[in-house]
């Protein structure tokens, strides 16, 4: 059990797929149900701007470079913070993020051929906070987590087999820039991933 509220923030992320956005339902609930006061967002999203931003970038029907993405994906990411998680952690909330920073790192820096590193110096000109108190990645192999997706395909999930190979591999790089970054294995039933989150949580945080 969570021994003490805290303020924390937490993200949750990994390949389209990959059952994140399931797990950070599932751990709010956990987590609210433990006496915390919490806080969900998605990224891109979860503010007036940032939604419109999600729109351009996941419309199949635009045309959109790696670089234009990697800046649209960071101008959310600052308005979602100076406009909710900044206020939210201030209150003491427990915040989690269905994707952060580690999706650009992983998508435009690694697969997209920018660099992490490039990336990782934007955010730090863009972002008053790079990375959060832990970061989950949710692991999964690209077939796998196609098969997982029954709606029509995103612009981001459109993108071809080799690119998000290139995304997973990306995902699992960026322990060695954060000692923050756990991954875990995603391919396991619904249950079974959301007990593995709540152990690390619990380890991580007590």
């Known amino acids: 059990m969570i ?9 949750l992320d990994g390949p389209d797929g990959c059952g994140k956005s399931t797990q950070t339902t599932l751990l709010g609930d956990y987590l609210t149900g433990q006496g915390c006061s919490v806080s969900v967002f998605r990224d891109p999203g979860s503010t007036k701007t940032g939604e419109k931003i999600r729109q351009i970038l996941l419309d199949p029907q635009n045309h959109i470079c790696d670089r234009t993405e ?24 427990c ?13 435009q ?18 972002l008053e906070r790079i990375w959060p108190d832990l970061t989950i990645i949710l692991d999964i192999d ?17 993108k071809d087999d080799e690119y ?17 970054i756990l991954v875990i294995d995603a391919s396991a039933n619904i249950e079974t991933v959301n007990k593995k989150i709540i152990e690390i949580v619990e380890s991580y945080f007590d």
């Open 70 to 93: 990697l800046l649209l994906y960071m101008a959310s990411r600052a308005q979602l913070w100076n406009e909710s998680i900044k206020d939210a952690l201030e209150n003491g909330d």
């Open 95 to 107: 915040v989690l993020v269905d994707r952060w920073l580690s999706s650009t790192c992983a998508y």
């Open 164 to 180: 998000h190979k290139k995304v997973r591999q990306g995902f699992l790089s960026l322990s060695k820039f954060s000692g923050n």
């Open 109 to 126: 820096g690694f697969a997209g051929g920018i660099g992490i590193e490039k990336v990782l110096d934007i955010a730090a000109h863009s």
């Open 142 to 158: 690209p077939e796998t987590a196609k098969k997982r997706i029954d709606r029509s395909l995103d612009r981001m999930e459109q």
């Open 3 to 11: 021994k003490e509220q805290k303020s924390r923030f937490i993200a």
